[in-house]
């Protein structure tokens, strides 16, 4: 019913730039914490950056200073700017929302493949 559709992932060189956006629909009542999670080839999934609501952020160390998450509540929309990209971001980014339906959880999306070369 609920469904997080991502898009903007690719190919770029070292030192370029991607913007990831998801958006949010269905049956939706209220959009609390978003954010996103990366997993690597033979790694964890692991925190890249969340968004409250209100709009106050939080960045894995390896990425602050080069990403930017922010959302647009009006559009349910979460969007990931991802600058000087190095090759070890290439991983898969995965969407999440803390989502109030008739319950409230976490959705995740497809994920989109980034890919940095070198």
């Known amino acids: 019913q609920v469904q997080l559709v991502e898009s903007g992932g690719g190919l770029v060189q070292a030192g370029g730039s991607l913007r990831l956006s998801c958006a949010a629909s269905?049956?939706?009542?209220?959009?609390?914490?978003m954010g996103w999670y990366r997993q690597a080839p033979g790694n964890q999934r692991e925190l890249v950056a969340t968004?409250?609501?209100?709009?106050?952020?939080n960045y894995a160390d390896s990425v602050k200073g080069r990403f930017t998450i922010s959302r647009d509540n009006a559009k349910n929309t979460v969007y990931l700017q991802m600058n000087s990209l190095k090759p070890e971001d290439t991983a898969v980014y995965y969407c999440?929302?803390?989502?109030?339906?008739?319950?409230?959880?976490?959705?995740w999306g497809q994920g989109t493949q980034v890919t940095v070369s070198s």
């Open positions: 999440n929302a803390d989502i109030g339906t008739n319950y409230r959880r976490h959705y």
């Open positions: 269905g049956s939706i009542f209220s959009i609390n914490d």
């Open positions: 968004i409250t609501r209100g709009g106050s952020t």
